[in-house]
């Protein structure tokens, strides 16, 4: 069973990368606005990311390798992206993204499987 180390660092992470893409992303909203501007409330979003990110590696390190945590991290910060493009940004998802995830996850699946035998 998964324990409070384990679970905490993962639902930390995809509550800091919600603040992030907004961060990166969601100013592609408001072309017209300053950019000195967007920069400012990025920063200002990215500030709450770090409380967040800080704390899930911090947690996490205890039970994953930073490798794993990192990889965690992508897979996150992907599916997190891949929901705000779609829903805020109202961009599609094409075939090719899907494709490019794909393999992605399949080099996740491989840091989390352990030591391929020689």
């Known amino acids: 069973m998964f324990s409070l180390p384990h679970v905490l660092p993962v639902v930390l992470l995809i509550a800091s990368n919600v603040f992030m893409t907004f961060a990166w992303y969601g100013h592609l909203r408001f072309p017209s606005e300053a950019l000195w501007l967007v920069v400012l409330v990025s920063w200002g979003i990215a500030f709450f990311e770090y409380w967040l990110a800080v704390p899930a590696n911090r947690i996490g390190h205890a039970v994953y390798s930073a490798a794993e945590l990192k990889t965690m991290q992508e897979v996150i910060t992907l599916t997190v992206f891949a929901v705000f493009s779609v829903l805020y940004l109202r961009e599609p998802l094409t075939l090719n993204h899907l494709v490019?995830?794909?393999?992605?996850?399949?080099?996740?699946?491989?840091?989390?499987?352990?030591?391929?035998?020689?």
């Open 100 to 118: 490019g995830f794909l393999f992605i996850a399949c080099g996740a699946f491989f840091i989390f499987k352990g030591p391929i035998p020689r």
